[in-house]
Nanobody, 120 residues
Framework: QVQLVESGGGLVQPGGSLRLSCADS????????MRWYRQAPGKQRELVAT???????DYASSVKGRFTISRDNAKSTVYLQMNSLKPEDTAVYYC??????????????WGQGTQVTVSP
């Protein structure tokens, strides 16, 4: 069973930076596709960034050029470096793992979320 624990959220001024971390307790981290989602109040959860096991990355257009997703397989941790933060980045950020199973399927796991608030 994969358990994901996020950290690094908080309050930051516009233009500031934060780095989110997500520690994965499962045994297949290096095989997982890892994603960050976010959900603002009253809005649907949206995909922010993806990193594959081959370290290919993809970003939502709203964060491209400002956010960077990376992974450290030795630490079973995925990161989201967020720069030039804007008030519209305010949301709860969730880590998501897509893990291969022995039966050839994909299992999805979620962290509990970490709050990011961008405000003067």
């Amino acid at each position: 069973q994969v358990q994901l624990v996020e950290s690094g959220g908080g309050l930051v001024q516009p233009g500031g930076s934060l780095r989110l971390s997500c520690a994965d307790s499962g045994s297949t981290f290096s095989e997982n596709t890892m994603r960050w989602y976010r959900q603002a109040p009253g809005k649907q959860r949206e995909l922010v960034a993806t990193i594959t096991r081959g370290t290919s990355t993809d970003y939502a257009s709203s964060v491209k050029g400002r956010f960077t997703i990376s992974r450290d397989n030795a630490k079973s941790t995925v990161y989201l470096q967020m720069n030039s933060l804007k008030p519209e980045d305010t949301a709860v950020y969730y880590c998501n793992a897509l893990s291969p199973t022995p039966w050839g399927t994909i299992s999805a796991s979620w962290g509990q979320g970490t709050q990011v608030t961008v405000s003067p």
